[in-house]
């Protein structure tokens, strides 16, 4: 919860839609690894991951839900790009 509220504070994030996309994705399991290998409590690509030169899982996936926010200026939109990809 702290990390999670630190992190959207840094990236512009709303906090609960923050704790909403972590306990949706994993449903709360940060040991969840998807079958094409996105890992922990935001489901991050390893690849996304390295991208977004971070230090957790949860600050990957707050950073990178406040980068699609901007991306697309509305938050279902972004929610969307990140469950389904950007493109």
Request: include cysteine; charged fraction near 20%.
């Amino acid at each position: 919860e702290d990390d999670i509220r630190r992190h959207a504070a840094t990236y512009g994030v709303d906090v609960d839609l923050a704790r909403a996309v972590c306990l949706y994705e994993p449903g709360g399991n940060a040991g969840l690894a998807s079958r094409v290998g996105a890992q922990g409590y935001f489901q991050v690509m390893p690849a996304t991951f390295r991208e977004l030169n971070v230090e957790t899982n949860i600050e990957a996936g707050v950073k990178y839900l406040g980068q699609l926010i901007r991306q697309f200026g509305r938050e279902d939109t972004a929610v969307a790009a990140y469950n389904g990809g950007p493109g």
